[in-house]
């Protein structure tokens, strides 16, 4: 274990994290272990019909329950004056935007649309009095099944969106790839369902908001990502209050996968309810309530096809997709499965044509939008199965079909054809050191052994790149983003040379500031200890975009790697000042400047800083004070990408898979704590494998949600996973100051396609090419026998 | 229409008079401040909520507050004395948490388990630990961490 000290060295070391004294003693506060003087509880009455109109709804025994403070409908939102809108953050050209309100107003368009407010003295009357409001539903067809909603006759979520496309989007050159088709040696094609999936933060979404009806200010503890993005669209779209009114402050947040990440109803209604009653007001979502509101992921029916020539060489990639929207377009939702999937589709490889096209569709469904990767599991999963039955369709093997295929490492920057310019990689490296450590030879012999005792053993390869590190400004603002991607930092030395450090990022869960204290020690060459950092409080930070996308390294951490930088600059400038030499002739090292050679008449950045705060003795032209600010917009995204290898055994009998091994080698640039990223790395696999073996969100015919409490969906217990083998390989990323790229999403990204190409690898005797996810035991069963 | 009770949690006296609706689990955090203790579903899976009663870990969002009348409760709050527990420590020193929300009812839970079983295989801690979700470590580091404990607490 590394000691918790200062110097240059603490960048790369394991150090254990400064956040968990309070997680493991029980000390933290999350949003709804807070409490303010006469708070009153929020519960929200949500559709139990996937489609249906409002007739009427009946409040009055809800209102003369003892401890009811007051119950609310749509028409109360609208009549108090409040916007009440939920806006979409993302704008694609002819996208069909539907209005989305806090409340439904006259129709309800999935199981779990708000439909009326209650606000009581105390948690268990607010939610007795949802019993007692009577709606008088009119039922009609829902319809959840991405495909079969763009059929004609299909149910309309929405009356402007003809057979529910809400976008029609396309990437690449259709005609190239069609000619590469039609010159094809080799054509490998798949359909593929992506499953859907729920993201299950294990604390749910709260709010305790605190409205001061005499300054106009509104404080609004949540359970957020990114507290100035809810900030903006509160401000914006919901409550109509001056953005410099609200103060959005992220307590401790249990995880959020991206779930955190959205603009829903709920936080807003709290605070809606606070301005009415004029009481701090309180809403937390219970589990079941989590399932029925927070964006779920995934949701895509894919044709994927690969052209090949005689050698295995790829020649065109042709992609078809619906994904899902669901009832209504989430903040980022439209980006999902557009710009950051159908520009993944190159994959690592050396692709000459690709087109991808994409249809957004709504269904009568829980909106979707960003879970741990974001459309890029989605894209990894199709390229990468592609690729293994590209493998079986040509009789070469998974790994040489990907070494013929792969861009080479003397090819860096390598433009795709689907807009995306990777900086760097070495694809190669990163496969060989995974097929080394798994003895991919000797597996494969092992493998026929066993086939010959009855026995399956699978073997499946993901060898992926993600895009994150999201991400420059003006790219995305092309794109259709209705927000910018760059990053702030103030660092902030005080007089005695202890530091506080802000990031517009804000973690949960993710070690930021164990992570971003590393940076500053080795910037400034202070003891770590005497670094705080400080996240998640619009009232106390410039503006940022928080953390999502694997961006608080490569962005926040940029950030604050350049705000450093501004500190050393000034403190040199008073340095020099103060020895009495030229700033050119000064060194800076472990936190001292000197002239070169006389390292014993040094100035350490806490004399320097206190001369900074005394400001007796400036040089002219030089302002009071020692702290920076920086506000860093990246050049590109990062590039992570890596080798991961599943094993499996699969038993023939009973269909049952049984994960042996999971190894994943990831090149994730600069390492700034290792422990730290291996833990990165092992919670995205287990959400991978999870999505691959065990999750699946269930609509019925009549999109009712079937999977609909935790007793429903296999979130994965510690028994249903193996232990992970981890390594890397190091490629820096060239455009940010630390060379880090990102690395919270690249086990969700990788993972699935490596289990299911194990498991169709372990099937392979059986002539079975596919399996959709969850692969389950009645799934290979019925692989095997049908 | 309340119902006195009397318990001992984390080594106090508490006296109370409760609905004999109110489970175990909002009673501590409600009404007596001990927020450590998670509520992270509805269904008792995820025992985010779990503590022990009477020596034994329990979901506290499956025990009505009337039920643990009599009782002594150790919360997440209550199992450090002066220094962490060696499951504290080892959760701290082999980053066995994240975002921290499951951590106190998997320490709980993990201090049951090694109460039972002193020295439990890998595959006894996976399924020991079935009571217990969490979204964040792939359970790997938790694992360790739970036979790094067991290493202490039998040395």
Known sequence: ?786 | MGISIELEVNGASVSKEVEPRLLLAHLLREELGLTGTKIGCDTSQCGSCTILLDGQAVKSCTVLAVQADGSEITTIEGLANGEYHPVQQAFWDNHGLQCGFCTPGMIISCVDLLGTNPQPSEDEIRHGLEGNLCRCTGYHNIVRAVQDAAETMNG
């Open chain 1, 1 to 786: 274990m590394a000691g918790e000290s200062n110097g240059a060295g603490v960048f790369g070391s394991s150090i254990r994290r400064r956040e968990d004294p309070e997680l493991i003693t029980g000390r933290a506060k999350y949003t709804d272990d807070l409490q303010l003087p006469n708070t009153a509880y929020c519960t929200i009455l949500r559709s139990d019909y996937a489609h249906a109109k409002i007739n009427g709804i009946d409040a009055s025994e809800a209102e003369a329950l003892d401890g009811v403070i007051a119950v609310y409908t749509a028409s109360d939102i609208a009549d108090s004056g409040v916007p009440g809108g939920i806006p979409v953050g993302w704008l694609l050209p002819d996208m069909v935007i539907p209005e989305h309100f806090m409340l439904a107003k006259d129709t309800t368009r999935y199981v779990g649309d708000g439909v009326a407010i209650v606000v009581a003295e105390d948690q268990y009357t607010a939610h007795d009095a949802l019993e007692l409001i009577y709606v008088d539903y009119d039922p009609r067809d829902g319809v959840a099944d991405p495909k079969k909603a763009t059929e004609d006759g299909a149910p309309l979520v929405h009356d402007e969106a003809p057979n529910n496309i809400a976008f029609d989007w396309e990437i690449g050159d259709k005609e190239m790839t069609d000619a590469a088709f039609a010159n094809a040696a080799h054509v490998a094609s798949l359909d593929i369902v992506n499953n859907r999936l729920i993201p299950n933060a294990m604390e749910p979404r709260a709010a305790l908001a605190d409205y001061n009806s005499i300054t106009g200010e509104l404080t609004l503890y949540m359970t957020t990502q990114n507290p100035h993005i809810h900030r903006l669209l509160i401000s914006l779209a919901s409550l109509g209050l001056p953005e410099h009114k609200i103060r959005v402050i992220a307590p401790e947040v249990g995880g959020g996968f991206g779930s955190k990440i959205h603009h829903y109803a709920d936080e807003a209604i709290a605070a809606w309810a606070s301005m009415q009653t004029g009481r701090p007001v309180k809403w937390t979502a219970t589990r079941t309530e989590t399932y029925l509101t927070d964006a779920h992921g995934r949701d895509h029916v894919t044709h994927a096809e690969m052209a090949m020539d005689a050698d295995g060489k790829f020649t065109g990639l042709r992609v078809d997709t619906y994904a899902a929207m669901g009832a209504y377009l989430s903040t980022f939702a439209p980006a999902v499965p557009t710009y950051l999937y159908g520009t993944l589709m190159s994959g690592e490889y050396d692709l000459p044509a690709i087109y991808c096209h994409v249809y957004g569709v709504f269904t009568h469904t829980v909106p979707v939008d960003a879970y741990r990767g974001a459309g890029r599991p989605e894209a990894t999963f199709v390229v990468e199965r592609l690729v293994d039955e590209a493998a079986r369709v040509s009789g070469i093997d998974p790994a040489e079909i990907r070494r013929r295929n792969f861009v080479a490492p003397d090819n860096f920057p390598f433009q795709t054809q689907v807009a995306l310019a990777y900086d760097s990689g070495n694809y190669e490296g990163a496969l060989d050191k995974a097929l080394e450590t798994i003895g991919y030879d000797d597996f494969r012999n092992e493998q026929a052994a066993a086939r010959e005792q009855g026995k399956y053993l699978g073997i499946g390869l993901s060898t992926y790149i993600e895009a994150c590190g999201l991400a420059p400004s003006a790219v995305v603002g092309s794109l259709g983003a209705q927000a910018g991607q760059w990053e702030s930092a103030v660092v902030r030395v005080h007089a005695t040379g202890k530091v506080t450090v802000y990031s517009g990022c804000s973690g949960h869960g993710q070690g930021h500031e164990t992570t971003y204290a590393q940076i500053v020690a080795s910037a400034l060459g202070v003891p770590y200890e005497d670094i705080d950092v400080i996240e998640g409080d619009s009232g106390v930070m410039p503006h940022g975009w928080g953390t999502y996308g694997s961006r608080s390294a490569a962005t926040g951490g940029s950030a604050i790697a350049s705000a450093a930088e501004k500190v050393v600059d000034k403190a040199r400038t008073i340095a020099a000042h103060l020895l009495e030499a030229a700033e050119e002739d000064l060194e800076f090292e472990d936190g001292n400047f000197f002239v070169k050679g006389s390292p014993d008449q040094a100035q350490s950045l806490p004399d320097v800083a206190l001369q900074a705060y005394l400001a007796h003795n400036l040089p002219k032209g030089i302002e009071p004070a020692l702290e920076a600010t920086s506000f860093y917009d990246p050049e590109n995204f990062v590039f992570p990408f890596g080798t991961h290898i599943a094993v499996v055994e699969v038993c023939a009998n009973t269909g049952h898979v049984e994960l042996q091994r999971y190894l994943a080698v990831d090149d994730v640039g600069n390492v700034i704590n290792p422990m730290i990223v291996d833990g990165q790395v092992h919670g995205g696999i287990a959400q991978g494998v999870g999505q691959s073996l065990y999750e699946t969100a269930v609509y019925d015919e009549g999109a009712n949600l079937l999977s609909g409490t935790m007793l429903d969906y296999a979130v994965p217990k510690a028994h249903f996973l193996p232990s992970f083998e981890t390594d890397r390989t190091v490629t820096p990323c060239p455009h940010n100051p630390l060379g880090v790229k990102g690395v919270g999403e690249a086990g969700t990204i990788a993972s699935p396609a490596a289990v299911v190409n194990a498991v169709v690898d372990a099937l392979s005797p059986f002539g079975v090419a596919h399996i959709d996810m969850p692969v389950t035991s009645e799934k290979v069963w019925n692989a095997i026998n049908n």
